[in-house]
């Protein structure tokens, strides 16, 4: 016996997570999906944010959206609170009321970045800026409801498309004959392609009946590097971009910016296998991917 199509409502389309879950979950008949950019529904504005949830009386809301500019956030808290800290709220209020799932994502900026070892889920918060401390008040936020929630925490995100590190990376390279890079800041640069199949796998367990205990997971990439390694990743996939310019490894200290940044943005992803059944790939093996699809679609 076929299920019933389930009414799934994505926020953050515009950008490089949410419109990866939008491909993927558009492609699934057994999903009834609507998808709301920026443009369409604006997360400062409360009365929106609760209106768009129950128009549209999703079972399953998967939040993508969120003020990302970690640098701007320095001189516009207010704005990055509403949107990171107060929507998330009224979007569990809402679904809440639906008794359906709410999916958010939150970032290894909830850390202060100290130590070397992997953060786990349990390890004490401490934010270094005025971004980390907006998604961690939205994570607290959630919590506070009680709905049905489940929040995974991730880290250095890019995709194939979209403005991210990797695109800077082969902008620059082709601007530039030297570059300096980040070299003491440790984490795992992941896709949103597979965080985006990891979300649609789950979902569809979700729809199923699936009934995990709600709460925060990590949900990165394996293994680790650094801005300056995942850059020398980068020039080495892409050929074309020869010879890549030098670059020079610095310290987080020689490169001052608004907004301070963790040097740990290792995550302990051990809970999200072993509660939720899901294992993202090496950072390397999902790198791969990404730069075959560029290629690709360079050649055409």
């Known amino acids: 016996m076929s299920l019933a199509r389930q009414r799934l409502l994505i926020l953050g389309c515009g950008g490089q997570l949410g419109a990866e879950l939008a491909r993927r979950f558009a492609t699934d008949s057994a999903w009834s999906v609507t998808a709301l950019s920026r443009s369409q529904l604006n997360l400062a504005d409360a009365d929106q944010v609760r209106s768009a949830v129950r128009h549209h009386a999703p079972q399953i809301l998967i939040n993508a959206a969120a003020y990302t500019a970690v640098d701007r956030a320095e001189s516009e808290p207010e704005l990055a609170f509403a949107v990171n800290a107060t929507a998330p709220g009224i979007l569990a209020e809402e679904m809440a009321r639906l008794n359906g799932w709410l999916l958010h994502y939150s970032t290894d900026y909830v850390f202060d970045g100290s130590g070397s070892a992997p953060w786990i889920e349990s390890d004490p918060t401490d934010p270094l800026n005025v971004y980390g401390a907006s998604k961690l008040a939205g994570e607290d936020a959630i919590a506070a409801v009680g709905a049905q929630h489940l929040i995974f925490r991730t880290s250095w995100v890019y995709a194939a498309e979209g403005r991210n590190?990797?695109?800077t990376m082969l902008r620059l390279g082709r601007e530039r004959s030297a570059l300096s890079i980040v070299n003491d800041q440790h984490g795992a640069p992941t896709t949103a392609e597979v965080l985006a199949?990891?979300?649609t796998d789950l979902a569809a367990r979700l729809r199923e009946g699936f009934a995990p205990k709600s709460g925060v997971?990590?949900?990165s990439c394996g293994g680790e590097t650094t801005w300056f390694g995942f850059a020398e990743t980068i020039f080495a996939a892409f050929p074309a971009h020869q010879p890549?310019?030098?670059?020079?490894?610095?310290?987080?200290a020689d490169y001052p910016t608004p907004a301070r940044r963790p040097l740990n943005s290792r995550l302990d992803c051990t809970l999200l296998a072993d509660t939720l059944h899901l294992r993202l790939p090496h950072w390397q093996e999902a790198f791969a991917s990404v730069a075959a699809a560029l290629s690709a679609r360079e050649k055409h």
């Open 217 to 219: 997971f990590h949900m």
């Open 165 to 167: 590190f990797l695109h």
């Open 197 to 199: 199949a990891a979300t």
């Open 244 to 252: 890549p310019p030098a670059l020079t490894p610095i310290r987080t």
